[in-house]
Every structure is written in C-alpha cells, then in structure tokens.
C-alpha cells in the first residue's frame, strides 16, 4: 500500500523518495502512478531501498528510515574528509567542518534528499582511488551512480585527466572507471523495461553554456518576494559562477586531479538549467560537489607539494 496523504500533484523530491521506499525494486507500479516522471525518479533508487531494509520493510518506519540513513551517509562522509585529509596532509578543521557543513550538503541530509548518501559515496571512492585499490574504488563509484547517476561524472572526470595528463595510468583507471557505470546503466535498463516509458527529462535539463544559468537566475530574481530569499538565491549564484571562473583559470597553472573535478562540476552547473537557478535550496543542492572539490583543491594548493598534483611521477606510482 501506499501512504494516502501522498497526492500525485505535490512535487518535492523528498515524497517522491518516500513513494519509492514502498517499491524500491519496482515489483509494481503503485508508486509510479503517482509520480510526475517515474523512469527519471526510479533510477535513483539505491537511498529508499536502503532505507526499506533499514526499516526492515515496515511503513510506519519509513520516514524515519529515510533519515536515519541520510545521518549515517553525513558521519561516513565526515570520516571519508578526515581520511581524505590524512592521506594528503590537508588542514582537517576547515576540511571537515567545511565539507560536512556545506549549505547543499546539510539541506540533503535533513529534508530526506539524495545527496549525502551520493556525496558519500563518492568520496570514499575517491579515497580508494587515492589509496590505489582501484576495484574498491569501483564499487563506491557504482554505489554513487545508482543514488545519484550524475554522480558518475566524477570517475568520468578522473578518467579524462588522467588520459590526458598521466597516460599510462589513465590506461589503467580507465577499465576500472567504464566498471563502475555498468550497474547504473543496468538498473536504468531495467527501470526503462518496467515501466515503457521515456522522458529523457536529463537532455532537457541542460542548455548551452552559461545560458540556461543566466535564463533562470533571471527568473529567480523575480520570483524570490523577500530580501532573505533573494540574498540566498543570489549568493549562491555567484558563488557558482566565481568558482567556474576561478577553476577555469587557475587550473591550468596548477594541474590536479582535484583542480579538473572542481572545473569540470562547474562546468556542468554551467549546462544546467530548469527551476534549480529559481530557489536556494536547489541550487545549493547543485553546487555541492563543486563547492566540495573546490575546498579540497583550496587546501591542497596551500601544501608546498601534493601527491596529487602532476608531478611527473605520479603515473609510475599508480601503475605499480
């Protein structure tokens, strides 16, 4: 069954979350019905079918659920900074409680969103990667694609630099990359035969360059009525087109993986488009990972050397 105060012209996606705790290997369509674009909804279920095991399959429980794996995701990513910023020797104050307290980061994990859990997994990945144990890496990727698929834009990114910067390891991520978009791939197969229907709602999120941003902020600054909603709004409008301006330029001075996924999120907020630009809370959501990796790249740029900066030696040290 399905919780009757649920009504399909309400459209938050924490309740569309919850629609698919009930169902969240679509055995039937219930829940589908009474979503606006189920195939796009249904491809990001890994965070309610974790939350159905959580409540061991019992509906009271599921709001709850929902939460309390969001609050387990923000400690595992908290742990993942800490581990991140012992690897690399980065300032952990300001990397933790920065990462962790990231304005996307914190609405996620409250309002029941998917973000904390794809962030998580993301930068255990990330860890892994770091560590050279590139099949775990893998799977954290593959964990993150199936909460959030735009998150496979990060072992993607990873991929392109190392092709281009460090060849021979980029021959060597490269099979271990191309894995971890497998199962996201599957699942949305999967969801696509079950329900026989395609929205390509992605394509239609995205615009050409910089003016699907600048279109809707435009129409967000005629939405937002008070001067807390337009500050929010604006704020986090320009924190996104500073940053893609500032990565883009000083990327090529100081090469490094961190640098060119810091580039190339904001990059992808450039692309953008829909109401996400309208409302802080979207946007915050959006930016998240771009604001993540560019702390990340602030701390490492403020190191003497890196490991993680291209110096000549890297590729040797990934592919023994």
């Avoid at 980061?105 to 993301?122: A, K």
């Amino acid at each position: 069954s399905v919780d009757p105060g649920i009504k399909a012209w309400k459209s938050y996606d924490g309740q569309f979350f919850y629609l698919m705790t009930f169902d969240p290997l679509l055995v039937t369509h219930k829940t589908a019905a009474l979503m606006d674009i189920p195939d796009y909804r249904y491809r990001r279920a890994l965070y309610p079918l974790l939350a159905y095991f959580f409540a061991l399959g019992q509906p009271k429980l599921f709001p709850y659920s929902l939460f309390m794996v969001n609050l387990v995701a923000w400690l595992a990513l908290g742990w993942a900074l800490i581990r991140l910023g012992k690897d690399y020797s980065l300032t952990l104050a300001p990397l933790v409680l920065g990462g962790i307290f990231t304005t996307g980061i914190t609405f996620s994990t409250f309002r029941t969103l998917s973000e904390t859990l794809s962030i998580s997994f993301t930068l255990w990945a990330l860890v892994f990667w770091g560590r050279r144990c590139f099949l775990r890496s893998a799977v954290f990727f593959a964990l993150a694609g199936l909460t959030r698929e735009i998150a496979l834009s990060v072992p993607c990114a990873l991929m392109l630099y190392l092709l281009i910067y460090e060849r021979n390891a980029g021959k060597v991520w490269t099979r271990f990359a191309l894995c971890s978009l497998i199962p996201t791939l599957m699942w949305a197969m999967y969801v696509k035969f079950q329900l026989n229907v395609s929205s390509h709602t992605e394509l239609k999120r995205l615009s050409l360059p910089f003016l699907g941003f600048f279109t809707e902020s435009a129409i967000g600054w005629e939405q937002n009525v008070t001067h807390t909603e337009w500050l929010r709004s604006m704020s986090l409008i320009l924190e996104t087109g500073l940053l893609v301006l500032v990565s883009s330029i000083y990327f090529w001075f100081k090469p490094s993986p961190w640098g060119f996924l810091a580039m190339t999120q904001g990059w992808f907020c450039m692309v953008v488009r829909g109401d996400i630009w309208n409302y802080h809370a979207s946007s915050a959501r959006v930016i998240a990972p771009l604001t993540l990796f560019s702390l990340i790249w602030y701390l490492e740029l403020g190191r003497k050397k890196s490991p993680m900066i291209n110096d000549g030696d890297f590729a040797l040290k990934l592919i023994r």
